[in-house]
């Protein structure tokens, strides 16, 4: 499971946004969004690196990212 650390997020639109973009990587992935907390939770056999530049590159800085 990871956990990031993710800024800019406000609304219904951005865990979308967000939730696609691991999806683009890992279909299977499993992802959890505490829009208060500004948390994304993830349950992915992918990469952390390429869980965090994918939700990067989405448009949703990462300010931290850890495996929990
Ligand atoms: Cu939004």
Known sequence: MYELQV???SCGHCV?????A???IDAQAQVEVDLAQ???????GAELTRVAAA???A???VVSS???
């Not at 979308?16 to 696609?20: E, M, P, Y």
């Not at 500004?38 to 992915?44: A, E, F, L, N, Y």
């Open 59 to 61: 448009g949703y800085p």
């Open 55 to 57: 939700i990067g590159d």
């Open 38 to 44: 500004r948390k994304v939770r993830v349950q992915s």
């Open 16 to 20: 979308n946004a967000v939730t696609k």
């Open 22 to 24: 691991v999806q683009a």
């Open 7 to 9: 800024e800019e997020m």
């Open 66 to 68: 850890a495996v929990v």
